[in-house]
């Protein structure tokens, strides 16, 4: 029997983390809508092992990879950067990113 | 000028990522009191850098550390094996814990 859990299913280590920390200022439907489609672009990603979410004031995405080449090339899709801009400019009052073995 | 944010304030690397990912079944005084209280007892910890959490049905809290070794005392503190157990038994359905450098 299978255990549903929202867990990322990761497997032995290693594996790498992408911790990403932010603080919204608004909250809006192009928000929701843009997030929606970060996280389906986000599992269609080579390398991309499972991502665990959570907001309160703070929010907290942790994204799972299977290396660094897989982390730069996330970091280079252009619809990725094209959000992150978007999202520095409306959404976050301030986020930071960490990658972790 | 310093600049509030809810951002754990760690030093370059490296440094060490504990991210806790928790499923609640209960939410009750108790509860808050003993995550109050091990917030607290975190922060006193040797090698302790930081912490950021997040809540919605996933509970997400990344506490960040100088090195192994101060993560292993952690591990080893009694009240925290205490209301780790309690955690098991009583609040959480389901919990997950990873190291990475």
Excluded: C
Aim: net charge positive; aromatic share 12%.
């Amino acid at each position: 029997m299978k255990k549903i859990e929202p867990f990322a299913n990761t497997p032995k280590p290693p594996y790498y983390a992408v911790i990403f920390t932010s603080i919204k200022i608004e909250k809006d439907e192009r928000y929701s809508a843009m997030s929606e489609r970060m996280i389906e672009l986000l599992k269609s990603q080579e390398g991309f092992l499972g991502f665990e979410s959570a907001r309160e004031e703070l929010g907290i995405t942790v994204s799972y990879w299977k290396d660094e080449e897989s982390i730069q090339k996330w970091k280079a899709n252009i619809e990725h950067q094209e959000a992150q801009k978007l999202g520095k400019k409306v959404w976050y009052r301030s986020y930071k990113i960490r990658e972790r073995l």
